[in-house]
């Protein structure tokens, strides 16, 4: 259980926000975000800046519409906030979320932006089905926000002990 001040580690777990249809010969990896995409990109970026939560570093599937919804937060939080584009997100495993996200760095506040069903197999992972499943009853809402909190800074390996710190999302529970 992590402590009440600063964390050791955090983690932000971020699934893309609502992308369209594919359009006719293009590729699932290309998808944009939609109209309501954009806003919820957008809406989620800026709670969160209001709340205080700045990742230190972003790492995002190279999808499109991971792309799109990772930018509203180098915009909000800092114009000089590393955003890395990482191809294997795209379909990787919850080990390869856990290899990314908690890699030897000196940054202490990570951000991966990825898609389901990872995104929410790796949330359940972290934090257990009961935890999850009262945080996003519905499953991990597209544009939602996990903020895991570690009082010891994990390992791809060992990442024991996240709690919950926060869970956010642009649009209410249905």
Not at 22 to 38: E, I, K, V
Not at 105 to 120: I, K, L, W
Request: negative net charge; glycine residues 6%.
């Amino acid at each position: 259980m992590a402590s009440l001040g600063t964390p050791a580690f955090r983690l932000y777990i971020l699934r893309h926000a609502r992308a369209a249809w594919a359009q006719p010969g293009q590729s699932d990896f290309d998808r944009t975000l939609d109209d309501d995409g954009f806003a919820e990109a957008e809406v989620i970026a800026e709670e969160a800046a209001d709340q205080g939560y700045k990742p230190d570093l972003i790492i995002s599937s190279t999808a499109m519409r991971c792309r799109q919804t990772a930018e509203p937060f180098h915009r909000t939080v800092s114009e000089e906030l590393s955003i890395d584009y990482v191809d294997s997100l795209y379909s990787g495993t919850v080990e390869t979320y856990a290899e990314l996200a908690f890699a030897d760095r000196q940054e202490t506040s990570v951000m991966v932006v990825g898609h389901n069903p990872m995104v929410e197999e790796f949330f359940h992972r972290l934090v257990g089905k009961e935890i999850a499943e009262t945080a996003a009853p519905f499953g991990y809402p597209t544009a939602g926000l996990a903020i895991l909190d570690f009082d010891r800074r994990p390992t791809d390996g060992d990442y024991r002990g996240a709690c919950l710190a926060g869970f956010m999302s642009p649009r209410p529970a249905r």
